[in-house]
Structures are given as C-alpha cells and as structure tokens.
C-alpha cells in the first residue's frame, strides 16, 4: 500500500514565460500542472505566470516558500535558450539542492521517447520546508515529472514537515 499525503498539503505552481505572460498564448503546462496536482491531493495555488526574468522569477519562488507551501513546481525556463532562466531563479533560492530528482525526471523524459527531455537544466531541491522542482514548459514535460513525483510526494512532504524516515 502507497503512503499517502499529508493533510492540508499545499503546492504553488509557477509558470516562467515570456509569451504566456504578455498574453500571446494561453499557459497549458502550467494548467496541466495544477490539475495533475489537485489529482494527487494538493490544495493548488497558482499558476502564477511571470516572463523569463531571474528577478521576477526569484520574487514568486521565495513568495511561495515563504507562504508556508510544501511543495513549488515550475514549468518554463529550463532549457537552452538566452532567456531560459528558471535554474538561475530557482538556484538563489535553493538552500538544498536535491540533484536525483531533477535527473530522475529528465531520465524519465528520455527513457520514455523524449530524447530532448536531457537538455532540461532543471534542478530540484528545498528551501525551508519546501520542495522547489523545475519542470520542462510542456504538457508533455509536466506528465514526465509528475509521473516520476506523484511516487515520492508523500514521503517528501512528511520528512519536510519534520517527519522521521
């Protein structure tokens, strides 16, 4: 029998990019996100969309943290482009950094046909009592992680809340 969550878990979805942002298009990966969030139990804020900008980025993870969410995923940023700049965002409010998961997603991308999923630069890891994890900008990308995440949500969360092993 799988553990399951913790009461009252709550997790706070941010979407980095530019065009969703600015309103050229509709956020998809970050609505796949909150959806496939509250499917696992979490009470869901956000998505909270923002441009590819390290500041405007760094402002909303540590707003997140500091609201006391357990869990912050994003969607957007990873990759290789300039403006991709969700790691750098991510990374100045990482006290933790938790490298496994962010390469359990990424093997889990490409393991299941997305040779591309390896060029994610995202990384995962805790700042307080919260997990923040990058996820690629597709709905695609957002399933991956989810898939590999969902699994270890429980224990995660309860071992941040203090639990024991």
């Known amino acids: 029998m ?4 913790p009461d009252g878990a709550r997790a706070v979805v941010v979407t980095a990019s530019n065009r969703a942002a600015a309103g050229v298009y509709e956020d998809r990966s970050g609505q796949a996100l909150a959806t496939g969030l509250r499917e696992l139990r979490f009470a869901v804020e956000g998505p909270h969309v923002r441009p590819d900008d390290v ?8 707003e997140a ?11 957007g940023g990873t990759g290789l482009t300039p403006t991709d700049v969700t790691p750098e ?4 409010v990482l006290e933790r950094e938790a490298p ?9 991308g490409a393991e299941n046909g997305v040779p591309t999923a390896v060029l994610s630069r995202g990384l995962a890891g805790t700042a307080g009592r919260t997990l923040i994890v990058n996820l690629p900008g597709s709905t695609g990308g957002v399933q991956d992680g ?6 270890l949500f429980p224990h995660v969360v309860s071992q941040l809340r203090g639990g024991d092993h």
């Open 146 to 151: 989810l898939a590999v995440l969902g699994p």
């Open 2 to 5: 799988s553990a399951s969550l």
């Open 89 to 92: 965002a991510t990374r100045a």
């Open 65 to 75: 943290v500091e609201s006391g969410a357990d869990v912050v995923l994003t969607t």
């Open 100 to 108: 496994g998961i962010a390469e359990a997603v990424r093997r889990y």
């Open 55 to 62: 500041e405007a980025l760094t402002a909303v993870l540590r």
